[in-house]
């Protein structure tokens, strides 16, 4: 059984937690995961999200205060030897399918197609990783005409990374920098800035996640 | 390549015909549908369906003259080392979301559950093989709150199926004579009546596959 307990810091909003419990039965794993809105006037529905997920094969939501399901399924298939990863994810109340694909060329290089069937909105992202350290994603949005932009470089002995990007549609600039060890605790610190807003202060959120074994 | 060909006479409604071909590419099989419709005026889209199947994993249908996607993906888990399929079905336009498990008890033994989500129906079945040849199939609709009945067995060598089926709600019954040979054409011959209307004369549907290997 593990645990996952976060807390969120943003300037804009105040604090927020998130707690997240998961069991393994077979070869499935069962998750429940709360919100602090759960608990701030007493115990209640409000924030809880089930799932049930086979590792690689499918996950499924249930939002219980929305009585919504989530469904989300993962295949491989191969073209040339080499794997093509699919997804496809269905939110029933929304009526939102998303389809996904990853064409895997070798370690280094990745190209992902992403389709919403129901905006007929497309994404192109082509994912380059340089000596296995430094990422650079190049990204188009076919329906703005528009290309995003982000590099990654983990440093620190490799449990740190950094990353910078920037939207050209909305014209932010954010950097990232997240920690991610095994067994202590991680975090995550993001600042973004508008360029269109030059006088304006970087938005800040900071981010910590415990992980529990029991 | 494979191609199949139907042919089927209903005393209501004439004749009609139907094929099918299908193309394996690596581990993905890539499947056309043309009904008659399709080319009774010239060749044209109507009838036609265009299909990508990874088999066991996943199927994804297009019907062209609707321009209508049906997702379908199939897995296995395990429940006390015995394996519940599980079948997840979206048909996007018209919204509508099918979810389906079956448990295998043994290989005489099966309990299966249907629930459609949108109207909140369950279908619950029960299948029994009696010394492999002769297999019983009581249903339970939840929102009609009827039992429904099936018995089929094998004949003639096995490759000609018997089967008597009774549906409650209803009130047909209905008795069918299937063959499906490996190398030759194989037919279906159905006969039902409905018990509510005594002096009406059975309907009668006969059908012919053919199957081709190129």
Request: aromatic share 12%; proline share 3%.
């Amino acid at each position: 059984m593990k645990a996952t307990l976060k807390g969120k810091y943003d300037v804009d909003k105040n604090g927020a937690a998130f707690a997240n419990i998961a069991v393994n039965a077979g070869d499935v794993k069962f998750r429940a995961s709360v919100t602090e809105a759960t608990f701030i006037n007493g115990p209640s529905l409000t924030g809880l999200a089930l799932a049930v997920e086979k590792p690689g094969s499918f996950i499924v939501d249930y939002n219980v205060p929305k009585k919504d399901f989530r469904f989300q399924f993962m295949n491989t298939v191969r073209v040339g030897e080499r794997p093509l990863n699919l997804t496809y994810a269905h939110s029933r109340g929304d009526n939102r399918t998303v389809l996904d694909g990853t064409f895997v060329y070798d370690s280094a290089n990745k190209v992902s197609a992403n389709y919403a069937l129901d905006s007929g909105n497309c994404k192109l992202k082509y994912t380059y990783v340089h000596k296995g350290l430094t990422t650079f994603e190049p990204a188009y949005d076919v329906a703005k005409n528009t290309w995003d932009f982000a590099v990654s470089r983990r440093v620190y002995g490799g449990d740190d990374t950094l990353r910078a990007s920037y939207q050209t549609s909305s014209r932010v600039l954010g950097v990232e920098w997240s920690r991610n060890p095994k067994h202590t605790a991680g975090f995550k610190i993001v600042a973004s800035v508008n360029l269109a807003e030059e006088f304006k202060a970087p938005k800040l959120v900071a981010e910590t996640t415990w992980n529990f074994e029991m």
